[in-house]
């Protein structure tokens, strides 16, 4: 029985963090109809970032909020310099650029850091036990982060006159700046803010793997099946494919090992064929 | 995209008398490629992957160049074309041919049923999903069916294959000439494609759906047909590039290997006839050159792609193509000048 309650709060932990990864993606889409094969860099320079402070320092919160930053910076270089240049283009187009962005990436960490993986200890090893299952309390905290992550932006999104502006802005582009709102800048801060969302899931990720050069080609993939299962350009539904890949994952594992890998395919080969437009997708919006 | 458009067009409204040297080109291509192997024997291996890897980049053609979708799963199909042939040398049969034979039924079931499933899609979950497909695959052969393909140690075979009659394609030296035949062969088919119906249909897929409607045809089977035909070339460049090597591993299908064929296609020219060839030969090059340096090349690969995106639209094929429309009009105007006077 505490196999299970184990198995369910670390599906929970796999899926906050895919969570905080898959945001930049799906804003990316959402706002700006760009396919953004390179979020995953601020994953893995933000996972860098917190080998390098924490080995530095030792401190891991410290480590995050510089992962945080360089999430962010990387996300304004990448947005004003890389995605401008591609908002009208083909899809196929923004692709292929932002693709060869990701291995360029790559190439840039190989270069800096080596192949060899590196580890990140724990900020903390103490261990709660909850219904006879013992469950470490970083994953916890990890779940309590994404919570406050999703919270925080869905406030931003529904209560403040920016988010207004924002959701205004994915309905009719024009209409937005004919009322006098610079909608690039809005677009800019918003996946900025996803960015570091992005860099924060890599510091948080960091402890439970090992930080290797291509972390982010995995959770590319994964990210990909949790937005496209949820629904190109939805919040919400990124959030709630988000906690059912993370139990996929980890309850699938526990019945039989190599179904970690393979159930979420299988989970998003199953709901594409039924909803195409995942689950929370709208129609119009898939295009 | 505009120029590619103008490309297409221009691909289309080929002069007559221009029609000839496009006939000619394929056999042109494929003497140059046997000259080269007397005149740098020691290239013999690179000619041979720049004649397997062009297959597999003209199927990404018909995908990408002439119906726009673009599919980052295409090491997938290379590999598990690779696999059968791999799978039956190993276990079963001792006749390459017959590999080849099975590689091509696997590429044709594996683009009948993925294809089904996968062109309902819009483009940007077609590439994503394909992306996924890749990754499952790649898990399947290294991980799932570790007992059947050794997993990363790879499968070899070479010894368990059998002569051929006419060409014994075991050795290096003969395997050469078959594929370059196999080369013309398939470049001859794809001349005849480009040219015919349904190679105008499958651009009709970018251009303009809703008209092929109008004219009668149901876009759905020409995706599934496209899908499926690009998968049978990569599965059967797959079964070539096992039978060369003599051996498989998963290494074939990795997710990051996705871009290569991508790149080439670009490099050539998307949608255009022999851009694929050009593509792949200036890939193919950049990489022989820069593993000199070198062991792990993304970075130059993803240079390369964006200067290619950015700077050098239309490719290899386009340039030719400008470069000689700026000769003919030159020629022109020398004529009409010369007639003035």
């Known amino acids: 029985m505490d196999k299970w309650i184990t198995a369910v709060l670390y599906g929970f932990s796999s899926g906050a963090i895919l ?61 004003t310099q890389l995605l401008r240049r591609l908002y009208h283009r083909k899809m196929m187009f923004t692709m292929v650029a932002t693709y060869s962005t990701f291995l360029v990436g790559i190439g840039i960490i190989q270069m800096v850091w080596g192949l060899q993986p590196k580890p990140v200890s724990s900020p903390t090893t103490a261990i ?37 502006a924002i959701q205004a802005g994915v309905e009719n582009r024009d209409n937005v700046q004919a009322l006098g709102i610079n909608i690039n800048k809005i677009f800019t801060g918003t996946f900025v803010v996803a960015s570091a969302f992005a860099g924060l899931g890599g510091a948080l990720n960091a402890p439970l793997i090992m930080v290797g050069p291509y972390m982010g080609f995995d959770m590319l993939l994964l990210a990909f099946i949790t937005v496209i299962v949820g629904g190109l350009g939805s919040i919400k539904g990124t959030a709630l494919s988000a906690i059912l890949i993370g139990q996929v994952i980890s309850v699938g594992g526990t019945i039989w090992g190599p179904l970690a890998y393979v159930a979420p395919f299988i989970a998003m080969f199953i709901v594409i064929l039924v909803k195409p437009t995942g689950l929370m997708g709208v129609k119009s919006a898939a295009y | 995209m505009s120029k590619v458009k103008n490309l297409q067009v221009r691909a289309n409204t080929i002069a007559p008398h221009r029609r000839g040297l496009s006939l000619v080109f394929p056999f042109l291509f494929v003497g140059l490629l046997i000259i080269a192997r007397f005149l740098v024997p020691n290239k013999m291996t690179f000619l041979v992957e720049v004649a397997t890897f062009s297959i597999y980049a003209m199927g990404n053609n018909i995908l990408m160049g002439y119906m726009g979708y673009i599919s980052f799963g295409q090491p997938f199909y290379l590999s598990s ?4 042939a ?17 590689a091509i039924v696997t590429g044709l079931i594996i683009g009948g049923v993925f294809g089904t499933i996968f062109m309902r899609l819009k483009s940007s979950y077609f590439t994503l999903i394909n992306a996924a497909l ?16 050794r997993g990363d140690d790879g499968l070899w075979y070479r010894s368990r294959m059998l002569a051929t009659p006419l060409l014994d394609i075991r050795f290096p030296k003969n395997f050469f000439f078959f594929v370059m035949a196999v080369l013309l062969v398939v470049l001859l088919l794809y001349r005849q494609l480009h040219r015919s119906a349904l ?12 008209k092929i409607q109008f004219l009668g045809y149901n876009p759905f089977k020409i995706k599934v ?71 792990r090349w993304e970075f130059v690969v993803g240079i390369v792609t964006m200067l290619i995106l950015f700077r050098f639209n239309e490719g290899i094929w386009g340039f030719f193509l400008n470069a000689g429309a700026w000769l003919k009009v030159r020629i022109d105007r020398g004529a009409s000048a010369k007639k003035a006077r």
């Open chain 1, 19 to 79: 969570f905080l990864v898959s945001l930049a993606l799906s804003i990316g889409y959402g706002l700006m109809r760009v396919v953004n094969m390179e979020a995953m860099l601020y994953y893995s320079f933000g996972a860098y970032a917190t080998y390098v402070v924490v080995s530095q320092t030792g401190s891991f919160i410290l480590g995050a909020i510089v992962a945080m930053a360089i999430g962010a910076l990387l996300g304004l270089l990448v947005e």
């Open chain 1, 128 to 164: 709660i036990t909850i219904l006879g299952a013992n469950i470490p309390l970083y994953r916890l905290l990890v779940i309590a982060t994404a919570i406050v992550a999703y919270i925080l932006i869905q406030t931003m999104l529904n209560k403040t006159i920016i988010g207004r």
């Open chain 2, 81 to 84: 074309g690779a696999y059968t």
């Open chain 2, 86 to 102: 791999a799978l039956y040398l190993a276990y079963v049969g001792r006749n390459p041919l017959i590999a080849i034979a099975l």
């Open chain 2, 134 to 149: 890749c990754a499952m695959g790649l898990f399947m052969f290294q991980r799932l069916l570790i007992d059947v393909t």
């Open chain 2, 199 to 210: 190679g105008n249909v499958f651009r009709t897929i970018q251009s303009n759906e809703e």
């Open chain 2, 225 to 295: 047909a496209g899908f499926t035909l690009a998968t049978v070339m990569a599965s059967f460049a797959g079964s070539l590039f096992a039978i060369n090597f003599g051996f498989v591993n998963p290494n074939m299908g990795e997710n990051s290997r996705a871009i290569e064929v991508v790149v080439a296609t670009l490099l050539g020219g998307v949608g255009s006839l022999y851009g694929p060839l050009f593509g792949t030969l200036g890939f193919l090059g950049i990489k022989d050159i820069v593993s000199n340096f070198v062991s």
